[in-house]
């Protein structure tokens, strides 16, 4: 039995969808960033380093936080100065001397998952608080966090600090040690761990293999 016109548009247009998924299946805090640097860009200001380290502890952030998000969407967290030394750090792996002034924070939580963009007009930069730390001239690096928590809201975090590039929050064994359980950060080669782009690429992917199974069976 051979395949009708539209069952092959069908198993097409699957198959297209599970690739571009695949492909966009990428670090979500790196695109945070990107899109940090192209505005800062705009405004003729210099582009931040994408730290790692920083990264990392900006999702230990989050991850302390992350039932504290409110209904109207706000983060009713604040984590002291003492955590990051004694929490984030040593969490990340960062090397306690490599610490570096943290020049400012913006955390923003939101019921669901949001594309990069959307979660950056819409969650973190959404009033000219925000903006006017983005546009912030001492600020040289950035990291960026991100965590979902499972039936629950999604909450993001921007570190920005004054620090120099390769120099401060450096991560022991180049980051070898750190065991990612949930979200991502940017700057890191993990895969983001709990999003919803990797279930929907999944999805794609095994119903793709179903049909495909299925209609070989028919042959």
């Not at 020049?103 to 608080?129: M, N, R, W």
């Not at 929050?169 to 700057?187: H, M, P």
Request: with cysteine.
């Amino acid at each position: 039995m051979k395949l009708c016109h539209w069952e092959w548009l069908v198993l097409c247009h699957l198959l297209l969808a599970a690739v571009v998924a695949s492909k966009n299946h990428g670090n979500p805090a790196d695109d945070i960033v990107e899109i940090i640097n192209k505005n800062r860009t705009a405004q003729k200001l210099s582009t931040l380093s994408d730290t790692p380290g920083l990264g990392c502890m900006a999702l230990q952030y989050v991850e302390l936080c992350k039932e504290n998000c409110t209904s109207n969407n706000t983060v009713e967290c604040k984590p002291s100065e003492d955590d990051f030394t004694e929490i984030f750090a040593p969490n990340c792996g960062v090397e306690l001397p490599t610490i570096d002034t943290i020049t400012g924070h913006i955390v923003g939580c939101q019921s669901k998952y949001l594309e990069p963009s959307l979660a950056f007009s819409q969650v973190l930069v959404k009033d000219k608080k925000s903006l006017s730390l983005l546009k912030n001239k001492s600020h040289t690096e950035v990291g960026v966090g991100m965590v979902g928590v499972h039936k629950g809201p999604f909450l993001w975090c921007v570190l920005f600090s004054s620090g120099k590039k390769n120099s401060t929050f450096v991560l022991e064994d180049r980051g070898i040690g750190i065991k990612q359980k949930n979200g991502c950060y940017s700057g890191s080669s993990i895969p983001c761990n709990g999003g919803q782009k990797k279930s929907a690429m999944w999805i794609n992917i095994m119903f793709l293999e179903f049909l495909f199974v299925f209609h070989l069976q028919l042959l």
